[in-house]
């Protein structure tokens, strides 16, 4: 779950970065580069976008496994009472 929460951390940084690099862009984009940068920042958004839902996937996955591990262990169950 750790790793997830790390990936989810890593899209938003990705998103944030991308973001500035979109709003420094020039107003008037004349000259061909211009065209490539806001294609590979387009790319760059939607890689972010993917990546925050796999990660986002993962953690519902991994609270679902700990929430029926738990449902197994009964309603009685007391972490500090099994380290006893």
Known sequence: MYTASGGLQQ???QL???ASRLAHLPLLAGAPQDEVSLSGEA???LQ???DFQANLGAVKV???MEQS???MLGPDYSPSRSRA
Do not use: F, H, I, S
Request: net charge negative.
């Open 11 to 13: 899209a938003d940084d």
């Open 16 to 18: 944030d970065r991308t």
């Open 43 to 45: 790319v760059a958004l």
């Open 48 to 50: 972010a976008k993917n």
């Open 62 to 64: 991994g609270d679902e």
């Open 69 to 71: 591990a738990l449902d």
